[in-house]
T-cell receptor, first 113, second 114 residues
Framework: DADVTQTPRNRITKTGKRIMLECSQT?????MYWYRQDPGLGLRLIYY???????NKGEISDGYSVSRQAQAKFSLSLESAIPNQTALYFC????????????FGPGTRLTVL | AQKVTQAQTEISVVEKEDVTLDCVYE???????LFWYKQPPSGELVFLIR??????QNEISGRYSWNFQKSTSSFNFTITASQVVDSAVYFC???????????FGAGTTVTVRA
């Protein structure tokens, strides 16, 4: 089984709808991250969490919110989806040791019509 | 300011040619980590290598090799004798010791033609 899983893998929705993307991990890592990928821009950090009680905004947090329900679960919500949030979304985890190697989920492709 | 620059947007080669991907980074930290990830057409991100700022030794792994030069703030990646399966987007990324976030470059799309 994959260490980092994301659901759903693909989602098409309409403008104004509320969407939740879920991430679960079995690596036992404390740190979890949400990124979005747009063509030509690489991956950009939306939110990150270093433990259950710690939530931090990344460089592009506007329009998004997150919830860290447990060490293993980190959800990303779009309260009112808009077309420019169409992107590929990745969840990642890392532990506290030096090096910050991050382990990525398979990605969620979101299309907002 | 962008911390990681991958100036090459796309590279197209014929199978068996060598291809070098450039990565230039910017940081004021003395301790930092550099990464390369591969994203094949299926979309997942595959970790290739991590290098810390204190280790400037070049590394070779099969057909892959990496050249880290602190003097030019570069961490270049070479695929030797490329194969069609090497076709992917390749990302360079930087993590600063006090930050623990990854800053990604924009990626370089490599197409290897048979």
């Amino acid at each position: 089984d994959a260490d980092v899983t994301q659901t759903p893998r693909n989602r098409i929705t309409k403008t104004g709808k509320r969407i939740m993307l879920e991430c679960s991990q079995t690596k036992g890592h404390d740190r979890m991250y949400w990124y979005r990928q747009d063509p030509g821009l690489g991956l950009r950090l939306i939110y990150y969490s270093f433990d259950v009680k710690d939530i931090n905004k990344g460089e592009i947090s506007d329009g998004y919110s997150v919830s860290r329900q447990a060490q293993a679960k980190f959800s990303l919500s779009l309260e009112s989806a808009i077309p420019n949030q169409t992107a590929l979304y990745f969840c990642a985890t890392s532990d506290w040791t030096g090096g910050n190697e991050q382990f990525f989920g398979p990605g969620t492709r979101l299309t907002v019509l | 300011a962008q911390k990681v620059t991958q100036a090459q947007t796309e590279i197209s080669v014929v199978e068996k040619e060598d291809v070098t991907l450039d990565c230039v980074y910017e940081t004021r930290d003395t301790t930092y980590y550099l990464f390369w990830y591969k994203q094949p057409p299926s979309g997942e991100l595959v970790f290739l290598i991590r290098r810390n700022s204190f280790d400037e030794q070049n590394e070779i792994s099969g057909r892959y090799s990496w050249n880290f030069q602190k003097s030019t703030s570069s961490f270049n990646f070479t695929i030797t004798a490329s194969q069609v399966v090497d076709s992917a987007v390749y990302f360079c990324a930087l993590s600063e010791a006090n930050d623990y976030k990854l800053s990604f470059g924009a990626g370089t799309t490599v197409t290897v033609r048979a």
